[in-house]
Protein backbone atom coordinates (compact mmCIF):
# COMPACT_ATOMS: atom_id res chain seq x y z
CA UNK A 1 0.00 0.00 0.00
CA UNK A 2 2.96 2.08 0.72
CA UNK A 3 4.56 1.95 -2.16
CA UNK A 4 0.85 2.09 -4.24
CA UNK A 5 0.25 5.64 -2.78
CA UNK A 6 3.75 6.69 -3.63
CA UNK A 7 3.69 5.76 -7.00
CA UNK A 8 -0.05 7.59 -7.45
CA UNK A 9 1.51 11.20 -5.21
CA UNK A 10 4.42 10.43 -8.57
CA UNK A 11 1.89 10.21 -10.94
CA UNK A 12 0.30 13.45 -9.67
CA UNK A 13 3.01 15.35 -9.57
CA UNK A 14 4.36 14.54 -12.92
CA UNK A 15 0.66 15.35 -14.29
CA UNK A 16 1.50 18.51 -12.71
CA UNK A 17 4.26 19.18 -14.27
CA UNK A 18 2.91 18.03 -17.87
CA UNK A 19 0.34 20.29 -17.16
CA UNK A 20 1.95 23.38 -16.27
CA UNK A 21 1.19 26.64 -18.15
CA UNK A 22 2.99 27.70 -21.30
CA UNK A 23 3.24 31.50 -21.34
CA UNK A 24 2.48 33.12 -25.00
CA UNK A 25 5.37 34.19 -26.64
CA UNK A 26 6.68 37.76 -26.80
CA UNK A 27 4.49 39.90 -29.57
CA UNK A 28 6.79 41.21 -31.79
CA UNK A 29 6.19 45.15 -30.22
CA UNK A 30 7.30 43.52 -27.07
CA UNK A 31 10.29 42.46 -28.65
CA UNK A 32 10.85 46.34 -29.56
CA UNK A 33 9.84 47.60 -26.53
CA UNK A 34 12.45 45.76 -24.78
CA UNK A 35 15.35 46.32 -27.73
CA UNK A 36 14.67 50.06 -27.21
CA UNK A 37 14.82 49.79 -22.94
CA UNK A 38 18.26 48.14 -23.64
CA UNK A 39 19.32 50.27 -26.20
CA UNK A 40 19.04 52.73 -23.10
CA UNK A 41 20.87 50.78 -21.03
CA UNK A 42 23.71 50.27 -23.43
CA UNK A 43 23.82 53.98 -23.99
CA UNK A 44 24.20 54.69 -20.41
CA UNK A 45 27.37 52.34 -20.10
CA UNK A 46 28.23 54.05 -23.07
CA UNK A 47 28.30 57.58 -21.11
CA UNK A 48 29.79 55.72 -18.12
CA UNK A 49 32.82 54.51 -19.98
CA UNK A 50 32.75 57.72 -21.89
CA UNK A 51 33.23 59.83 -18.36
CA UNK A 52 36.22 56.81 -16.63
CA UNK A 53 37.87 57.93 -20.00
CA UNK A 54 37.56 61.71 -20.12
CA UNK A 55 36.06 63.25 -16.94
CA UNK A 56 37.94 60.45 -14.28
CA UNK A 57 39.26 63.30 -12.07
CA UNK A 58 36.03 64.56 -11.12
CA UNK A 59 34.50 61.20 -10.25
CA UNK A 60 34.77 60.69 -6.54
CA UNK A 61 31.97 57.34 -5.98
CA UNK A 62 29.08 55.72 -7.14
CA UNK A 63 26.51 58.35 -7.45
CA UNK A 64 27.34 60.15 -11.00
CA UNK A 65 25.40 61.14 -13.43
CA UNK A 66 26.72 58.55 -15.58
CA UNK A 67 25.46 56.13 -13.22
CA UNK A 68 22.43 57.26 -12.74
CA UNK A 69 21.89 57.25 -16.84
CA UNK A 70 23.26 53.42 -16.42
CA UNK A 71 21.00 52.38 -13.81
CA UNK A 72 17.89 53.95 -14.95
CA UNK A 73 18.65 52.55 -18.33
CA UNK A 74 18.51 48.53 -16.07
CA UNK A 75 15.71 49.91 -13.68
CA UNK A 76 13.58 50.38 -16.89
CA UNK A 77 14.75 47.16 -19.06
CA UNK A 78 14.05 45.10 -15.52
CA UNK A 79 10.42 46.37 -14.52
CA UNK A 80 9.52 46.31 -18.51
CA UNK A 81 11.37 42.25 -18.10
CA UNK A 82 9.12 41.10 -15.11
CA UNK A 83 6.18 43.02 -16.41
CA UNK A 84 6.41 40.64 -19.68
CA UNK A 85 5.82 37.75 -16.86
CA UNK A 86 3.35 39.37 -15.03
CA UNK A 87 0.55 40.34 -17.40
CA UNK A 88 0.81 36.87 -18.51
CA UNK A 89 -0.63 35.84 -14.96
CA UNK A 90 -4.17 34.69 -16.16
CA UNK A 91 -2.54 32.29 -18.02
CA UNK A 92 0.20 31.48 -15.90
CA UNK A 93 -0.84 32.45 -12.39
CA UNK A 94 2.97 30.99 -11.10
CA UNK A 95 3.78 33.87 -13.21
CA UNK A 96 7.49 34.50 -11.24
CA UNK A 97 7.54 30.37 -12.92
CA UNK A 98 5.79 30.22 -15.64
CA UNK A 99 4.96 33.62 -16.85
CA UNK A 100 8.29 34.50 -19.02
CA UNK A 101 7.90 33.94 -22.97
CA UNK A 102 10.22 32.51 -24.68
CA UNK A 103 13.84 33.50 -24.42
CA UNK A 104 12.88 36.40 -21.58
CA UNK A 105 13.36 33.69 -18.61
CA UNK A 106 17.57 33.81 -18.87
CA UNK A 107 16.98 37.75 -19.19
CA UNK A 108 15.18 37.70 -15.98
CA UNK A 109 17.67 35.55 -14.25
CA UNK A 110 20.16 38.34 -15.89
CA UNK A 111 18.10 41.44 -13.97
CA UNK A 112 18.83 39.36 -10.63
CA UNK A 113 22.46 38.79 -11.40
CA UNK A 114 22.82 43.00 -12.82
CA UNK A 115 21.09 43.80 -8.99
CA UNK A 116 23.44 41.75 -7.01
CA UNK A 117 26.05 43.20 -9.31
CA UNK A 118 25.03 46.71 -8.32
CA UNK A 119 24.79 46.31 -4.84
CA UNK A 120 28.79 45.01 -5.28
CA UNK A 121 29.55 47.85 -7.37
CA UNK A 122 28.29 50.36 -4.95
CA UNK A 123 30.15 49.01 -2.01
CA UNK A 124 33.30 48.50 -4.27
CA UNK A 125 33.24 51.78 -4.84
CA UNK A 126 32.57 53.42 -1.60
CA UNK A 127 34.87 51.20 -0.03
CA UNK A 128 37.77 51.06 -2.58
CA UNK A 129 36.85 54.60 -4.95
CA UNK A 130 36.56 55.03 -8.23
CA UNK A 131 39.37 52.40 -10.52
CA UNK A 132 40.85 53.86 -13.60
CA UNK A 133 42.31 52.41 -16.38
CA UNK A 134 42.74 48.34 -16.82
CA UNK A 135 41.68 48.43 -12.93
CA UNK A 136 38.18 50.00 -14.40
CA UNK A 137 38.26 46.47 -16.92
CA UNK A 138 39.20 43.81 -14.33
CA UNK A 139 37.16 45.19 -11.30
CA UNK A 140 34.93 42.13 -10.52
CA UNK A 141 31.88 44.03 -9.87
CA UNK A 142 32.20 45.25 -13.63
CA UNK A 143 32.73 42.36 -14.67
CA UNK A 144 29.95 40.87 -13.34
CA UNK A 145 27.38 43.99 -14.58
CA UNK A 146 28.75 43.28 -17.85
CA UNK A 147 27.90 39.30 -18.18
CA UNK A 148 24.55 40.66 -16.31
CA UNK A 149 23.60 43.09 -18.95
CA UNK A 150 24.57 40.47 -21.54
CA UNK A 151 21.93 38.10 -20.99
CA UNK A 152 19.53 41.02 -20.12
CA UNK A 153 19.93 43.01 -23.28
CA UNK A 154 19.88 39.64 -25.46
CA UNK A 155 15.97 38.31 -24.52
CA UNK A 156 14.69 39.68 -28.11
CA UNK A 157 17.50 37.49 -29.82
CA UNK A 158 16.28 34.53 -28.45
CA UNK A 159 13.07 35.63 -28.51
CA UNK A 160 13.10 35.56 -32.01
CA UNK A 161 15.35 32.42 -32.21
CA UNK A 162 12.37 31.21 -30.61
CA UNK A 163 9.78 32.02 -32.87
CA UNK A 164 11.54 31.87 -36.33
CA UNK A 165 9.89 34.77 -37.55
CA UNK A 166 11.12 37.10 -40.61
CA UNK A 167 10.22 40.75 -40.49
CA UNK A 168 10.03 42.67 -37.96
CA UNK A 169 11.15 40.18 -35.68
CA UNK A 170 14.38 39.80 -37.43
CA UNK A 171 15.42 43.49 -36.97
CA UNK A 172 14.94 43.07 -33.35
CA UNK A 173 16.53 40.28 -33.12
CA UNK A 174 19.72 41.51 -34.86
CA UNK A 175 19.14 44.99 -32.79
CA UNK A 176 19.65 42.83 -29.80
CA UNK A 177 22.69 40.67 -31.32
CA UNK A 178 23.99 44.35 -31.85
CA UNK A 179 23.57 45.50 -27.99
CA UNK A 180 24.87 41.85 -26.88
CA UNK A 181 28.15 42.83 -29.17
CA UNK A 182 28.40 46.14 -27.65
CA UNK A 183 28.09 45.13 -24.02
CA UNK A 184 31.58 43.57 -23.63
CA UNK A 185 33.12 46.65 -25.44
CA UNK A 186 33.42 48.72 -22.71
CA UNK A 187 35.55 46.37 -20.82
CA UNK A 188 38.15 45.27 -23.95
CA UNK A 189 38.96 49.24 -24.91
CA UNK A 190 42.26 47.68 -24.03
CA UNK A 191 42.91 45.29 -26.39
CA UNK A 192 40.21 46.91 -29.14
CA UNK A 193 41.55 46.87 -32.70
CA UNK A 194 38.76 49.64 -33.44
CA UNK A 195 41.24 51.76 -31.47
CA UNK A 196 44.84 50.93 -32.07
CA UNK A 197 47.19 52.47 -33.89
CA UNK A 198 49.76 50.26 -34.10
CA UNK A 199 49.23 49.63 -37.94
CA UNK A 200 50.30 53.27 -37.86
CA UNK A 201 53.46 52.95 -36.27
CA UNK A 202 57.20 52.22 -37.78
CA UNK A 203 58.19 48.70 -37.33
CA UNK A 204 61.73 48.19 -37.57
CA UNK A 205 63.49 44.55 -36.43
CA UNK A 206 64.20 46.13 -33.11
CA UNK A 207 62.16 49.07 -32.45
CA UNK A 208 58.43 49.01 -32.61
CA UNK A 209 58.11 45.46 -32.15
CA UNK A 210 55.80 45.25 -28.76
CA UNK A 211 53.21 47.60 -30.46
CA UNK A 212 52.79 45.39 -33.09
CA UNK A 213 52.85 42.31 -31.61
CA UNK A 214 50.46 44.32 -29.10
CA UNK A 215 48.36 45.96 -32.07
CA UNK A 216 48.27 42.14 -33.41
CA UNK A 217 46.71 40.53 -30.18
CA UNK A 218 44.10 43.69 -30.39
CA UNK A 219 42.92 42.61 -34.24
CA UNK A 220 42.48 38.81 -32.95
CA UNK A 221 40.60 39.78 -29.63
CA UNK A 222 38.36 41.99 -31.80
CA UNK A 223 37.98 38.93 -34.05
CA UNK A 224 36.47 36.54 -31.60
CA UNK A 225 33.95 40.05 -30.16
CA UNK A 226 32.64 40.76 -33.71
CA UNK A 227 32.85 37.28 -35.40
CA UNK A 228 31.20 34.95 -32.73
CA UNK A 229 28.17 37.10 -32.59
CA UNK A 230 27.86 37.14 -36.26
CA UNK A 231 28.09 33.42 -36.64
CA UNK A 232 25.10 33.21 -34.21
CA UNK A 233 23.05 34.63 -36.84
CA UNK A 234 24.69 33.05 -40.22
CA UNK A 235 24.63 29.83 -38.56
CA UNK A 236 20.40 30.01 -38.60
CA UNK A 237 20.31 31.56 -42.48
CA UNK A 238 22.33 35.01 -43.92
CA UNK A 239 20.66 37.69 -42.68
CA UNK A 240 21.72 40.80 -44.90
CA UNK A 241 23.09 43.68 -42.67
CA UNK A 242 23.51 41.53 -39.49
CA UNK A 243 27.62 42.09 -40.27
CA UNK A 244 27.25 45.99 -40.81
CA UNK A 245 24.84 45.94 -37.58
CA UNK A 246 27.53 44.22 -35.07
CA UNK A 247 30.89 46.23 -36.77
CA UNK A 248 28.77 49.81 -36.61
CA UNK A 249 27.72 49.11 -33.28
CA UNK A 250 31.08 48.11 -31.57
CA UNK A 251 32.30 50.91 -33.61
CA UNK A 252 30.17 53.72 -32.57
CA UNK A 253 30.36 52.08 -28.69
CA UNK A 254 34.59 52.12 -28.67
CA UNK A 255 35.10 55.33 -30.13
CA UNK A 256 32.47 57.16 -28.45
CA UNK A 257 34.22 56.29 -25.62
CA UNK A 258 37.30 58.33 -27.09
CA UNK A 259 35.12 60.87 -28.79
CA UNK A 260 35.67 59.67 -32.13
CA UNK A 261 39.09 60.37 -32.91
CA UNK A 262 39.55 60.96 -36.65
CA UNK A 263 42.04 58.52 -37.60
CA UNK A 264 40.37 55.67 -35.87
CA UNK A 265 36.74 56.64 -37.13
CA UNK A 266 38.06 56.58 -40.80
CA UNK A 267 39.48 53.35 -39.90
CA UNK A 268 36.00 51.97 -38.69
CA UNK A 269 34.27 53.08 -41.46
CA UNK A 270 36.62 51.00 -43.68
CA UNK A 271 35.76 47.76 -41.56
CA UNK A 272 31.95 48.73 -42.02
CA UNK A 273 32.41 48.23 -45.42
CA UNK A 274 34.09 45.31 -45.13
CA UNK A 275 31.33 43.84 -43.45
CA UNK A 276 28.84 45.14 -45.65
CA UNK A 277 30.69 43.06 -48.54
CA UNK A 278 30.94 40.22 -46.01
CA UNK A 279 27.06 40.15 -45.84
CA UNK A 280 26.25 40.61 -49.56
CA UNK A 281 28.97 37.63 -50.18
CA UNK A 282 27.91 35.44 -47.52
CA UNK A 283 23.82 36.00 -48.83
CA UNK A 284 24.82 35.05 -52.23
CA UNK A 285 26.98 32.06 -51.55
CA UNK A 286 23.98 30.52 -49.53
CA UNK A 287 21.33 31.54 -52.30
CA UNK A 288 23.94 29.22 -54.79
CA UNK A 289 25.30 26.63 -52.63
CA UNK A 290 22.27 26.52 -49.69
CA UNK A 291 22.70 25.92 -45.99
CA UNK A 292 23.77 22.51 -45.78
CA UNK A 293 27.20 23.34 -48.11
CA UNK A 294 30.19 21.99 -46.92
CA UNK A 295 32.37 23.83 -44.61
CA UNK A 296 29.17 26.60 -44.30
CA UNK A 297 30.28 28.27 -41.11
CA UNK A 298 34.26 27.83 -41.30
CA UNK A 299 33.48 30.28 -44.68
CA UNK A 300 31.59 32.75 -43.68
CA UNK A 301 33.91 33.07 -40.51
CA UNK A 302 36.89 33.36 -42.50
CA UNK A 303 35.15 35.63 -45.27
CA UNK A 304 33.57 38.09 -42.65
CA UNK A 305 36.77 38.40 -40.56
CA UNK A 306 39.48 38.90 -43.10
CA UNK A 307 37.05 41.67 -45.27
CA UNK A 308 36.55 43.04 -42.11
CA UNK A 309 40.06 43.97 -40.89
CA UNK A 310 41.00 44.26 -44.81
CA UNK A 311 38.42 47.27 -44.74
CA UNK A 312 39.84 48.45 -41.73
CA UNK A 313 43.70 48.58 -42.62
CA UNK A 314 42.64 50.26 -45.88
CA UNK A 315 40.98 53.16 -43.75
CA UNK A 316 43.67 53.34 -41.98
CA UNK A 317 46.19 54.22 -45.06
CA UNK A 318 43.75 56.28 -46.13
CA UNK A 319 43.32 58.58 -43.10
CA UNK A 320 47.15 58.40 -42.16
CA UNK A 321 49.40 55.43 -43.52
CA UNK A 322 50.25 51.74 -42.35
CA UNK A 323 53.47 51.67 -41.60
CA UNK A 324 53.63 47.47 -40.96
CA UNK A 325 55.47 45.68 -43.42
CA UNK A 326 53.53 43.55 -46.22
CA UNK A 327 54.04 40.57 -44.60
CA UNK A 328 52.68 41.71 -40.91
CA UNK A 329 49.52 43.46 -43.22
CA UNK A 330 49.00 40.13 -44.81
CA UNK A 331 49.71 38.08 -42.00
CA UNK A 332 47.18 39.90 -39.74
CA UNK A 333 43.98 39.54 -42.02
CA UNK A 334 45.33 35.82 -42.55
CA UNK A 335 45.73 34.79 -38.96
CA UNK A 336 42.09 36.78 -38.59
CA UNK A 337 40.78 34.74 -41.41
CA UNK A 338 42.13 31.49 -39.81
CA UNK A 339 40.55 32.35 -36.49
CA UNK A 340 37.12 33.05 -38.33
CA UNK A 341 37.28 29.37 -39.85
CA UNK A 342 37.83 27.97 -36.33
CA UNK A 343 35.48 29.98 -35.21
CA UNK A 344 33.02 28.93 -37.70
CA UNK A 345 34.01 25.42 -36.96
CA UNK A 346 33.13 25.40 -33.73
CA UNK A 347 29.85 26.97 -34.11
CA UNK A 348 28.94 23.99 -36.67
CA UNK A 349 25.91 22.43 -35.83
CA UNK A 350 26.37 18.53 -34.93
CA UNK A 351 24.15 16.05 -36.26
CA UNK A 352 22.39 13.61 -33.95
CA UNK A 353 23.94 10.32 -33.97
CA UNK A 354 26.56 11.12 -36.69
CA UNK A 355 29.82 13.77 -37.49
CA UNK A 356 29.53 17.25 -37.01
CA UNK A 357 28.24 19.55 -39.70
CA UNK A 358 28.16 23.16 -40.03
CA UNK A 359 24.87 23.01 -42.19
CA UNK A 360 21.94 24.81 -40.17
CA UNK A 361 18.63 23.53 -39.36
CA UNK A 362 16.02 25.18 -41.45
CA UNK A 363 14.93 28.60 -39.93
CA UNK A 364 13.24 31.02 -41.61
CA UNK A 365 14.58 35.05 -41.25
Avoid: K
Wanted: glycine share 12%; hydrophobic share 50%; net charge neutral.
Amino acid sequence: MVHGGVAAATAQLSGREIRRPTAPPATRCEDLVTVLLAACLVGGALADGWAHTNVIETIEGFFTPWHGLLYAGFAATAAWTFWLAYRRRMVAPRWWRDGWPAGYRTGALGVVAFGLAALADLTWHETLGVEVGLDASFSPSHLLLDGAALLVVSSPLRSWWARGEGGLRTVTGVAALTLAAMTPTILLSHSSALLTLAPTRPLGPTTGQLVAVLGVDAYLVTTVLLVVPYLLVHRHGAVPGTGVAVVAGVAVFALGMYEFPTVQTVAALGAICGAGLADLLLHRLDAVRGRSAALRLPVAGAVFAGLVWSGHLLGLALADQVRWTPEVVSGVVTLSAILGAVLGGLAARPLPGGPSTDGARPHRV
